[in-house]
């Protein structure tokens, strides 16, 4: 996505997900203040944005633009629930992280414990016992 099209789609989403939301709301009866988000498929987020954006893959905007911090996308059932970030609901947690960072996360993390575990080894070999401490008779 170019910087342009970036542009178009950051003011599209925020122009469609407050429209969407308060006629999906209205439409069901729901509190249009309770509800923030957006669903892709049952709001017509998708649908609407393919119309507009022809060649661009909704999914890879979502998630780009969710990276910056602009949209919050939350999976649920048949897709997912997109909010402007400003209105994410407390149980969002961030972005899926790349399992490149979680993998290298972990192994890092248990680099760490394995050194713990050498430096908790080599202290018991420093501290004193009662066979290296008793006073040696000639």
């Not at 892709?40 to 609407?48: M, T």
């Not at 944005?49 to 949209?71: I, S, Y």
């Not at 993998?103 to 501290?127: H, V, Y």
Request: glycine share 6%; hydrophobic share 40%.
């Amino acid at each position: 996505m170019t910087s342009e099209q970036k542009t178009q789609v950051r003011q599209w989403f925020a122009a469609a997900i407050p429209i969407l939301r308060a006629a999906n709301n209205k439409a069901r009866g729901l509190d249009t203040d309770k509800y923030r988000g957006v669903h892709v498929v049952y709001g017509g987020l998708n649908q609407r944005f393919r119309a507009k954006f022809a060649g661009l893959d909704p999914k890879e905007c979502m998630q780009e633009l969710e990276h910056d911090q602009f949209l919050a996308v939350i999976p649920a059932r048949g897709g997912a629930m997109v909010y402007l970030f400003k209105d994410k609901p407390d149980s969002y947690h961030g972005p899926a992280a790349d399992p490149t960072v979680l993998d290298k996360a972990i192994d890092d993390q248990i680099a760490l414990m394995e050194a713990d575990a050498i430096l908790a080894s080599e202290n018991d070999l420093n501290e004193p016992t009662e066979e290296n401490t008793s006073p040696t008779v000639l």
